[in-house]
């Protein structure tokens, strides 16, 4: 099962198992088909992934329970996007 939130071009896609958050992942706005050619720590469960021409294209968050919003929208300010609301990243909560 899968819960979906978009706010400004950013959307955000968690991934349950059996009613529990497994991951999620956060679709920055990019070129079509822009793939990750590498990735970067930043900060306890999130991982930016980075297209060949540097640009930002997603976050991971693989340790879902151990982040907040507040880590991800200082992230997301590191990246000049915009910060997204405790509303966007309800479906990280849910569970």
């Known amino acids: 099962m899968r819960g979906v939130s978009q706010t400004k071009d950013i959307e955000l896609e968690a991934s349950y198992l059996r009613g529990e958050l497994i991951a999620a992942y ?10 990750s050619a ?18 930002p ?9 151990l982040v907040t919003v507040g880590a991800i929208n200082a992230v997301l300010l590191k990246l000049g996007m915009p910060t997204m609301s405790d509303r966007d990243l309800a479906p990280l909560k849910v569970a």
Do not use: K, Y
């Open 26 to 35: 956060l679709h920055l706005p990019a070129a079509a088909g822009a793939l």
């Open 57 to 65: 294209i997603g976050i991971e968050v693989t340790s879902p329970r």
């Open 38 to 55: 590498r990735c970067e720590e930043a900060g306890p469960g999130l991982v930016i992934d980075f297209a060949a021409d540097g640009r």
